[in-house]
């Protein structure tokens, strides 16, 4: 079993800042994938920022430039530093990773972590 704990999440006015953490633990043998998705009400989920092993990153084009992916591997935590937050950023924010387990039952598996909301409002 592989779990994904996100954490940072709040209420910011715009123009502001917020860093969000999510930190994956169980039956890791690597993760090769981490990063962040977003659903605002009534919106379908949009891809945010991911972050590869190797460092490799890309974000949403409405995020770049305010929106910063960073990974400590040690501790299989991926980060994302958001600033000069808008009132569209307002959505919840789901953790995602690729993680090769150290089951070979469950070998390679896609897993979400439960969300976190953010609120950019003045």
């Known amino acids: 079993q592989v779990q994904l704990v996100e954490s940072g999440g709040g209420l910011v006015q715009p123009g502001g800042s917020l860093r969000l953490s999510c930190a994956a633990s169980?039956?890791?043998?690597?993760?090769?994938?981490m990063g962040w998705y977003r659903q605002a009400p009534g919106k379908e989920r949009e891809s945010v920022a991911h972050?590869?092993?190797?460092?490799?990153?890309n974000y949403a084009d409405s995020v770049k430039g305010r929106f910063t992916i960073s990974m400590d591997n040690a501790k299989n935590t991926v980060y994302l530093q958001m600033n000069s937050l808008k009132p569209e950023d307002t959505a919840v924010y789901y953790c995602?990773?690729?993680?090769?387990?150290?089951?070979?039952?469950?070998?390679?598996?896609?897993?979400w972590g439960q969300g976190t909301q953010v609120t950019v409002s003045s």
């Open positions: 995602d990773a690729v993680i090769t387990t150290s089951s070979q039952a469950l070998g390679t598996i896609r897993t």
């Open positions: 972050i590869t092993i190797s460092g490799a990153t």
């Open positions: 169980g039956s890791i043998f690597r993760v090769n994938v």
